[in-house]
Nanobody
Framework: VQLQASGGGLVQPGGSLRLSCAVS????????IGWFRQAPGKEREGVSC????????YYADSVKGRFTISEDYAKNTVYLQMNSLKPEDTADYYC???????????????????WGKGTLVTVSS
């Protein structure tokens, strides 16, 4: 399993970015996938995850209404569209999967098996 994340950068408050994570080693639409982030000096946290078992999508309260997770099965790629970015969104962002098992977006920041390399998002004026 390999996860290749990209799309980070420097953006002003209120701006937008779209992160991409290219997945190889399994077919995306059959297994859970998600995005986590780690801000400087803070623990890694789940941002948004897709669960196949209950067909649900999770968003952390801090990003609800601003971030959207989506997938392109033809490209086996998952995206994170981030709008109305705030300075507190500054972090390294990681895509992750616990293939072939359930991905725990709330409690899985330290237990998940597969992680992509982080992509840095900096929100600053």
């Amino acid at each position: 399993v390999q996860l290749q994340a990209s799309g980070g950068g420097l953006v002003q408050p209120g701006g937008s970015l779209r992160l991409s994570c290219a997945v190889s080693g399994f077919t995306l639409n059959y297994y859970d996938i998600g995005w986590f982030r780690q801000a400087p000096g803070k623990e890694r946290e789940g941002v948004s995850c897709i669960s196949r078992s209950d067909r649900s999508t999770y968003y952390a309260d801090s990003v609800k209404g601003r971030f959207t997770i989506s997938e392109d099965y033809a490209k086996n790629t998952v995206y994170l569209q981030m709008n109305s970015l705030k300075p507190e969104d500054t972090a390294d962002y990681y895509c992750a999967t616990d293939y072939p098992f359930y991905l725990d977006c709330v409690h899985g920041a330290n237990d998940t098996d597969y992680w992509g390399k982080g992509t840095l998002v900096t929100v600053s004026s």
